[in-house]
């Protein structure tokens, strides 16, 4: 069904999904040749950093904004077809994985361009994008049912995403905040990115990153799982 919704969305197209990786690129050497220059950084570290931090960062804000329309955007089939409601989020995670992975391509170029130190640490990338494709599985559920029931949710996230796009270390790094370098670190949208960057730069992560992301996957889990329970007869009427 993900696979099906990608070609559908570029059913017609020359290129089709490459699309997604061309605007990435294209986005990625905008900002590569800009903010170097604004920020007073190496272009050979920054255009590595940047490109793992916005593939990323699209990655995981796609599951929050997407993951509103968990439901509601597959109410045909809801209202029709007694299948499980965890069908829609299980479609919706893997769909933007394969957008990730389209759009990843864009990572080995880069590296190659700008030669990174890798070491075997890269393997990382394995749990962290596990542990990213759960918190997306919890994420796409709570908000797909808040979204169902109050449908304010959606614009309201959407604003909160463009503005922790600014406030996480995406394009640019911690150490900038000088003292206030640990607020950025705390952030749990930096620990998300972080544990895939890391491992691709071949440096370590930020102290808290691993233990922050797994218990925010603990916690939304737990919570994302007793309200389901409690309110999954009721989605069929919200949408």
Not at 40 to 63: E, R
Not at 129 to 153: E, K, P
Not at 154 to 167: E, S
Not at 184 to 213: H, K, T
Request: charge should be positive; hydrophobic fraction near 55%.
């Amino acid at each position: 069904m993900a696979t099906q919704d990608i070609r559908l969305r570029y059913r017609g197209s020359l290129l089709g999904p490459l699309w997604l990786t061309l605007s990435t690129g294209v986005m990625i050497l905008a900002m590569g040749v800009i903010y170097p220059r604004l920020l007073n950084a190496d272009t050979t570290k920054y255009l590595p950093f940047l490109t793992t931090g916005l593939i990323t960062w699209q990655f995981i804000a796609s599951l929050i904004i997407e993951g509103c329309t968990t439901f509601t955007a597959a109410q045909g089939i809801i209202l029709q077809a007694p299948l499980p409601f965890s069908i829609h989020v299980y479609r919706l995670v893997y769909r933007n994985f394969l957008v990730f992975l389209h759009n990843f391509a864009i990572v080995p170029v880069v590296l190659l361009a700008f030669p990174t130190p890798i070491g075997p640490d890269i393997l990382l990338i394995v749990p962290a994008l596990l542990l990213l494709a759960v918190n997306g599985a919890w994420i796409s559920t709570l908000f797909g049912m808040l979204s169902a029931r109050f449908r304010d949710v959606p614009p309201i996230l959407t604003n909160i995403v463009q503005v922790l796009f600014f406030v996480t270390p995406i394009f640019w790094a911690p150490d900038a905040l000088g003292p206030y370098q640990r607020l950025a670190e705390l952030n749990p949208m930096f620990a998300a990115i972080d544990v895939v960057r890391a491992p691709l730069l071949g440096v370590s992560p930020a102290p808290y990153s691993w233990s922050l992301l797994v218990a925010l996957t603990v916690l939304g889990s737990a919570v994302t799982f007793v309200l389901f329970a409690r309110f999954r007869s009721r989605i069929s009427y919200w949408i």
